[in-house]
């Protein structure tokens, strides 16, 4: 059994000074004893022997004693200096800030169309090394550009009618989609904190098969916005809409949309309460495309809406046209670990197209619209949007502060 790193050392210490010292026949014998304590090649143990501690006099007053044990760290010319870095987190910004593994398979082609586009401009050095350059690379040039801090809210769902029972459970097990169609939905709240009074929500589609993404704003929970919202972004899906999973809100678990998906054929299921993980495709978009995005301010006016709207508009394109996603391909438990693996990252475009299931018109319907998309003008319009939302809630706080101090003076003076 191999000793530990230390007492390797010592050992190498202590039997030097005999291997140094014994004759041709005793060195070999020596380096047998060696080879089978420290587990080390003969080669290299032979040269850690004969090497260890020897004093080199390189001055008159100036002498040298070898270490063989310690190992001479090499260093190697950088590959990508600066003006790759910068180009790197450019494009990386561009793209969302998404992880290093769907980046790296994305990255060619963004080069290409941002370049096409004019949003980039490398020399062929530059280009040629971001079009080979692995994840891990791009960990390492890029850390610390990534921290961000989550927060936890808490749930607003409210349990839906008895109508349930008539609804059909299907749990997290149970998705294994083989055609795009088959959609998860969930809304995400907007109430910063503060759950008095009206506020608004964002609803969210996430289809199973290939991890297309739709988000709409709605102005509340009541059926009525929630049904417009699903029927907008039924009309821009590049496929046919053939089922629907939720929770257990009653604002999908009612009447009006049972009925809805009676008349269209689309079927309607439920996942199992407080069991978040059977909405689990959709459930993990609420940061990636919501709070990410939006963040966690409260939303409750009507130019608020507006700006949302037009977000969600360049956001759809950008996650659905720009951003490669990963699908989980197996999950094994070894033991106290879980070994995941995961295919290679396409982008929800990318799915839909090798669908067998899409006829060839929509499928060049899509590519005529992927075309059009420009990954540097999407999100310079996001970052416009943002902005216009950041002022839209200020410029609403400022008013109401306001208004809250002229009240308190009229109070004042009628009590006067």
């Not at 390189?58 to 190697?76: E, F, G, N």
């Not at 990386?92 to 082609?109: D, F, P, T, Y």
């Not at 586009?117 to 280009?127: E, F």
């Not at 879980?338 to 799915?351: A, G, L, Q």
Request: charged content about 35%; glycine content about 6%; some cysteine.
């Amino acid at each position: 059994m191999a000793l530990e790193l230390k007492v390797r050392r010592v050992v190498t210490k202590e039997v030097a000074k005999r291997y140094q010292k014994a004759s041709k026949k005793e060195k070999g014998r020596i380096l047998d004893e060696f080879v089978a304590i420290t587990g080390y090649n003969r080669s290299y143990a032979s040269y850690l022997l004969s090497k260890h501690g020897k004093k080199f006099r390189i001055h008159p007053k100036l002498v040298l004693q070898a270490d063989a044990t310690k190992k001479v760290r090499r260093s190697r010319a950088r590959i990508y200096d600066e003006k790759g870095k910068e180009a790197l987190k450019r494009i990386w910004v561009i793209s969302g800030c998404i992880c290093s593994k769907r980046l790296v398979s994305a990255l060619e082609e963004l080069v290409e169309r941002l370049e096409s586009s004019g949003a980039l401009d490398l020399d062929d050095v530059t280009k040629e090394k971001l079009k080979k350059v692995s994840a891990s690379t791009i960990d390492r040039l890029l850390r610390g550009e990534g921290k961000r801090n989550g927060l936890r809210r808490k749930t607003y769902t409210r349990p839906g009618s008895l109508l349930k029972k008539r609804i059909p459970v299907k749990s997290f097990n149970e998705w294994n989609e083989k055609e795009p169609g088959f959609v998860q939905v969930d809304l995400v709240g907007h109430e910063g904190g503060d759950a008095r009074g009206e506020y608004m929500y964002t609803l969210v589609m996430v289809d199973v098969h290939t991890g297309w993404t739709e988000a709409e704003p709605v102005r509340n929970k009541a059926q009525k916005w929630v049904f417009e919202a699903i029927e907008k972004i039924r009309e821009r899906l590049p496929f046919e809409l053939l089922g629907m999973n939720s929770d257990n809100g009653s604002e999908f678990i009612n009447a009006h949309l049972a009925r809805y998906c009676d008349l269209t054929g689309v079927s309607l299921t439920r996942s199992r309460e407080r069991r978040k993980n059977d909405n689990c495709y959709v459930e993990q978009k609420n940061y990636a495309v919501v709070r990410r995005y939006v963040g966690y301010n409260r939303h409750d006016t009507q130019r608020e809406l507006e700006v949302l709207k037009a977000l969600y508009e360049q956001v759809r394109l950008q996650v659905n046209f720009v951003q490669p996603a990963m699908k989980l391909v197996s999950k094994i438990r070894e033991g106290s670990k879980v070994r995941k693996r995961y295919d290679k990252p396409k982008t929800p475009c990318e799915r839909v197209l090798e669908s067998e299931k899409m006829s060839e018109e929509r499928k060049w319907m899509l590519r005529e619209q992927r075309a059009k998309v420009n990954p540097m003008e999407v999100h310079e319009r996001i970052i416009q949007l943002q902005e216009e939302l950041d002022k839209a809630v200020a410029q609403k706080m400022r008013q109401r502060e306001c208004s809250g101090v002229d009240r308190a003076v009229k109070a004042r003076s009628t009590h006067v």
